[in-house]
Nanobody
Framework: QVRLVESGGGLVQAGGSLRLSCAAS????????MGWYRQAPGKQRELVAA???????NCADSVKGRFTISRDNAKNTVYLQMNSLKPEDTAVYLC???????????????WGQGTQVTVSS
């Protein structure tokens, strides 16, 4: 059973920083793309940043220059370093990944349970 487990969310003041982590576990054969999405109350889920297995990244215009995505392939973990946080960054942040398990031998898309990030003004 493949799982994604996020950690690192919390409450921070505007201008502060947080680092989110997402670890994939289970019978994993390969992980392709990993990413972070967020969903604020009453809004659609949106892509924050993503990274390929080779390290190519992309991120939303709203977080460019403030957020950095990275991954540790040996640990099956993706990180999101969030600096200069703004109240509008408040949302549930969800980890997403395309993972090939040892049994399926094809990439399936997985979601974590989400972690709350709240930025106070």
């Amino acid at each position: 059973q493949v799982r994604l487990v996020e950690s690192g969310g919390g409450l921070v003041q505007a201008g502060g920083s947080l680092r989110l982590s997402c670890a994939a576990s289970g019978s994993i054969f390969s992980i392709n793309r990993m990413g972070w999405y967020r969903q604020a109350p009453g809004k659609q889920r949106e892509l924050v940043a993503a990274i390929t297995s080779g390290g190519t990244t992309n991120c939303a215009d709203s977080v460019k220059g403030r957020f950095t995505i990275s991954r540790d392939n040996a640990k099956n973990t993706v990180y999101l370093q969030m600096n200069s946080l703004k109240p509008e960054d408040t949302a549930v942040y969800l980890c997403n990944a395309d993972i090939m398990s040892s049994s399926s031998r094809r990439y399936l898309n997985y979601w974590g349970q989400g972690t709350q990030v709240t930025v106070s003004s």
